[in-house]
């Protein structure tokens, strides 16, 4: 008996932080099926090419959105006969993260943002792939050093702590928030860089790199 093969594709959830939301870089689909409907970057698996899924996943996004990611991680795996009008297909899903001042220097034409807040209805089951993508970020980031690859690579502690927030979807003390960086010492102080502020400049931290990204034994 022949069996039909599944149509095999990569899928990536980009995450940046922009005017002080959590956004999603999101594309119009030119071709069928759901043309015109918004999606994720995406695009098939190139058997011929692609070292794995993570550089599949790597070139995809590049290629969409002319953006190389810092920080990529495999989320799950989407399949089933109902997900694609074409047939049987699977998904292997990522989500990214990139600071806004990369975004900014290398997406491409056609690259829109939208607020995880407010994200309109997406093609195939992307609506359900970044649901679970943005659980992912919200809960690995209570345990690690993941929000600072939203943030430039200097940056304030203020800063640091607002992208915590939005990450999280919480308030966070800033008392116990600043106690909780100095027991984790994964950031370094940028010896005579400041930042403007309204009151007095504001000291600019950076993230150690051998230490970029950094898994914590404890919630921030």
């Not at 599944?6 to 099926?33: G, H, K, Y």
Request: neutral net charge; hydrophobic residues 40%; proline residues 5%.
């Amino acid at each position: 008996m022949a069996y039909k093969p599944a149509i095999t594709t990569i899928d990536v959830v980009l995450f940046t932080l922009v005017d002080e939301a959590l956004q999603l870089v999101l594309l119009a689909r030119e071709d069928a099926p759901f043309p015109g409907m918004l999606a994720l970057p995406g695009g098939y698996l190139h058997t011929e090419s692609d070292a794995d899924t993570r550089a599949a996943a790597r070139r995809t996004l590049e290629q969409k959105t002319n953006i190389k990611a810092p920080y990529l991680e495999q989320l799950y795996t989407f399949s089933g006969p109902d997900r694609d009008p074409r047939g049987w297909s699977l998904s292997v899903a990522y989500y990214a993260l990139v600071s806004e001042d990369v975004l900014s220097l290398r997406k491409a034409e056609g690259v829109a943002l939208y607020s995880v807040d407010c994200l309109p209805e997406l093609a195939f089951d992307h609506n359900e792939i970044v649901a679970m993508a943005l659980k992912r970020l919200r809960d690995k980031s209570s345990y690690s050093s993941l929000p600072c690859y939203l943030l430039p690579s200097e940056f304030t502690l203020p800063e640091l702590q607002a992208t915590y927030e939005i990450t999280m979807g919480c308030k966070l003390d800033k008392s116990s928030f600043r106690r909780k960086l100095d027991e984790l010492d994964f950031l370094e102080i940028i010896a005579g860089n400041f930042k403007a502020g309204k009151h007095r400049p504001a000291q600019l931290y950076r993230v150690r790199k051998e230490k970029s990204l950094m898994l914590f034994d404890r919630t921030v």
